[in-house]
């Protein structure tokens, strides 16, 4: 009997943790971004100009509210490209996560959500190419501060009652979905079947144990990394965590792709030459399948296939850009990685301040904000609703609040994109005048042709930079911390 009531007072407790938070974080969230009309944008590769030709104004412009009558050269593109983004956030009242029973990763789970939304952007890349966007991007309302919150108050207040009076939750799901139209041309069901990827995808990242990629598939392959439900994740743990969530995906969705996680921020070019190669127990075909009506198999043969001798590789390379704070030298270097079309963004941040970083504007990051707590969506259901994993509200901050723990990720979907890869970004990364040091190095060979210390503590995986005892085989470019 006493048992029974200490549960009943910790599920409250986490019912209220829950519904504070949720209105707590509602309130991060602003209705406008300015953007400069005289400087370009880039984001994740592609360059987008909102100054007309007939303009010379130096006044700033919003990427959502352009004026009436004014023509602001392609921000509409810029605007559809980033609410195509995948958006993954703060979510309530899922099932208990594995160990504890919390059910909101509000508070603590920003850095695993910014992971996951970079992986959605690899898996983007690699089912439907970088040209793609949801054709309902553009008919996303901007997030209104002010409305938002509210529905969280009353969320909050809701929550409490029932857990007091023991009445069914009442959810705050939205069940309005744009209706299928008919697919009688080639174009359409091209579109079709782009959508149905789509969908795929995002049903992946759902809050459910049985979700590939999903919240509480991290939090288990946490416990491994001596993290739990509730605990900060860094941006080099949360690299190792979802290289193993690619890897142990039971799913012939995802048999063309896995992941790599740098060693010292070294990338080791056999090592990656080897990921490419496809494991004998894995299918040759992809078949990436969804709810119902999903693609068929003679559906996907019209997609962009991955070659049936290799796998798509996700590099990901946590690196440190600095002391307490991001060295100066290193934001030419960011602005280089986040133009090239096979990045897939940088996560990191500090505790409860994790952001996943998919642009810049001058001297201002472009930034997807994972710090809104929604209500848990079931993405079992064929015909889920889609609009709370979409955001149309870019946000910036300034170069200099970058912090510099953070992970890198790029998108490689053979050996031979790799060599290309690691070609430019070697350029990239060669050291001017004033930097000495690069962020990360290629090397030939595997990482056990160096004497690398055995195994990765959970120490080693917080600060990736930690090097062991001179190594037998020389090489060049180490990181060393500025």
């Given at each position: 009997?006493?048992?029974?009531?200490?549960?009943?007072v910790?599920?409250?407790k986490?019912?209220?943790y829950?519904?504070?938070?949720?209105?707590k974080?509602?309130?991060?969230?602003?209705s406008?971004?300015?953007?400069?009309?005289?400087?370009?944008?880039?984001?994740?590769?592609?360059?987008?100009?909102?100054?007309?030709?007939?303009d010379?104004?130096?006044?700033?412009?919003?990427?959502?509210?352009?004026?009436d009558?004014?023509?602001?050269?392609?921000?509409?593109a810029?605007?559809?490209?980033?609410?195509?983004?995948?958006?993954?956030?703060?979510?309530?009242?899922f099932?208990?996560?594995?160990?504890?029973?919390?059910?909101?990763?509000?508070?603590?789970?920003?850095?695993?959500?910014?992971?996951?939304?970079?992986?959605?952007?690899?898996?983007v890349?690699?089912?439907?190419?970088?040209?793609?966007?949801?054709?309902?991007?553009?008919?996303?309302?901007p997030?209104?501060?002010?409305?938002?919150?509210?529905?969280?108050?009353?969320?909050l207040?809701?929550?409490?009652?029932?857990?007091?009076?023991?009445s069914?939750?009442?959810?705050?799901?939205?069940?309005?979905?744009?209706?299928?139209?008919?697919?009688?041309?080639?174009?359409?069901?091209?579109?079709?079947?782009?959508?149905m990827?789509?969908?795929?995808?995002?049903?992946?990242?759902?809050?459910?144990?049985?979700?590939?990629?999903?919240?509480?598939?991290?939090v288990?392959?946490?416990?491994?990394?001596g993290?739990?439900?509730?605990?900060w994740?860094?941006?080099?743990?949360?690299?190792?965590?979802?290289?193993k969530?690619?890897?142990?995906?039971?799913?012939?969705?995802?048999?063309?792709?896995?992941?790599?996680?740098?060693?010292?921020?070294?990338?080791?070019?056999?090592?990656?030459?080897?990921?490419?190669k496809?494991?004998?127990?894995?299918?040759?075909?992809?078949?990436?399948?969804?709810?119902?009506?999903?693609?068929?198999k003679?559906?996907?043969?019209?997609?962009?296939?991955?070659?049936?001798?290799?796998?798509?590789?996700i590099?990901?390379?946590?690196?440190?850009l600095?002391?307490?704070?991001?060295?100066?030298?290193?934001?030419?270097?960011?602005?280089?990685?986040?133009?090239?079309?096979?990045?897939?963004?940088?996560?990191?941040?500090?505790?409860?301040?994790?952001?996943?970083?998919?642009?810049?504007q001058?001297?201002?990051l472009?930034?997807m904000?994972p710090?809104?707590?929604?209500?848990?969506?079931?993405?079992?259901?064929?015909?889920f609703?889609?609009?709370?994993?979409?955001?149309?509200?870019?946000?910036?901050?300034?170069?200099?609040r970058?912090?510099?723990?953070?992970?890198?990720?790029?998108?490689?979907?053979?050996?031979?994109?790799?060599?290309?890869?690691r070609?430019?970004?070697s350029?990239?990364?060669?050291?001017?005048?004033?930097?000495?040091?690069?962020?990360?190095?290629?090397?030939q060979?595997?990482?056990?042709?160096?004497?690398?210390?055995?195994?990765?503590?959970?120490?080693?995986?917080?600060?990736?930079?930690?090097?062991?005892?001179?190594?037998?085989?020389?090489?060049?470019?180490?990181?060393v911390?500025?």
């Amino acid at each position: 009997m006493e048992n029974k009531g200490s549960d009943e007072v910790e599920k409250l407790k986490t019912k209220f943790y829950s519904g504070w938070n949720n209105v707590k974080y509602s309130w991060v969230l602003k209705s406008k971004t300015s953007f400069s009309r005289n400087s370009p944008v880039l984001l994740l590769g592609k360059c987008y100009h909102f100054k007309a030709d007939e303009d010379d104004s130096p006044d700033e412009a919003s990427c959502r509210e352009p004026e009436d009558g004014f023509s602001m050269g392609n921000v509409e593109a810029f605007r559809k490209d980033f609410t195509s983004r995948v958006w993954l956030t703060y979510r309530e009242e899922f099932p208990p996560l594995p160990g504890s029973t919390l059910t909101t990763d509000c508070g603590w789970g920003c850095l695993l959500r910014a992971g996951q939304m970079m992986l959605a952007q690899a898996l983007v890349l690699h089912f439907l190419g970088r040209d793609w966007t949801w054709s309902e991007a553009l008919t996303l309302q901007p997030l209104d501060t002010e409305t938002w919150t509210t529905t969280a108050a009353k969320r909050l207040i809701t929550s409490l009652k029932a857990s007091l009076q023991g009445s069914p939750k009442i959810s705050s799901r939205q069940s309005s979905e744009p209706q299928s139209s008919s697919h009688g041309s080639a174009e359409e069901a091209e579109a079709h079947l782009k959508e149905m990827y789509h969908r795929t995808i995002i049903s992946w990242f759902g809050d459910t144990s049985s979700a590939l990629l999903g919240l509480h598939r991290l939090v288990r392959l946490g416990l491994t990394f001596g993290k739990n439900a509730g605990n900060w994740y860094g941006p080099a743990v949360v690299a190792h965590i979802l290289k193993k969530a690619v890897e142990e995906a039971m799913d012939s969705g995802l048999a063309g792709i896995t992941a790599y996680v740098s060693q010292d921020c070294t990338v080791y070019s056999a090592d990656v030459a080897d990921c490419h190669k496809p494991p004998r127990a894995r299918q040759e075909s992809v078949s990436p399948p969804v709810a119902e009506g999903g693609p068929s198999k003679e559906d996907q043969a019209g997609s962009a296939p991955i070659l049936p001798d290799s796998q798509a590789v996700i590099i990901l390379i946590p690196v440190r850009l600095g002391g307490e704070k991001i060295n100066p030298e290193y934001f030419e270097f960011v602005k280089n990685i986040l133009s090239v079309e096979y990045c897939i963004g940088i996560i990191g941040g500090k505790p409860k301040q994790a952001c996943y970083f998919v642009g810049f504007q001058d001297d201002s990051l472009i930034y997807m904000d994972p710090h809104y707590c929604q209500s848990f969506v079931d993405v079992s259901t064929g015909d889920f609703p889609l609009q709370s994993f979409h955001c149309p509200s870019p946000k910036k901050i300034p170069f200099s609040r970058m912090d510099p723990s953070c992970t890198i990720g790029f998108y490689s979907r053979s050996i031979q994109d790799y060599n290309r890869i690691r070609e430019e970004l070697s350029k990239l990364l060669q050291p001017s005048t004033k930097e000495k040091y690069p962020a990360f190095t290629f090397v030939q060979g595997h990482g056990r042709d160096y004497d690398l210390s055995a195994g990765l503590t959970p120490e080693k995986l917080e600060w990736p930079f930690i090097r062991s005892p001179p190594r037998t085989v020389t090489t060049t470019g180490d990181f060393v911390l500025l």
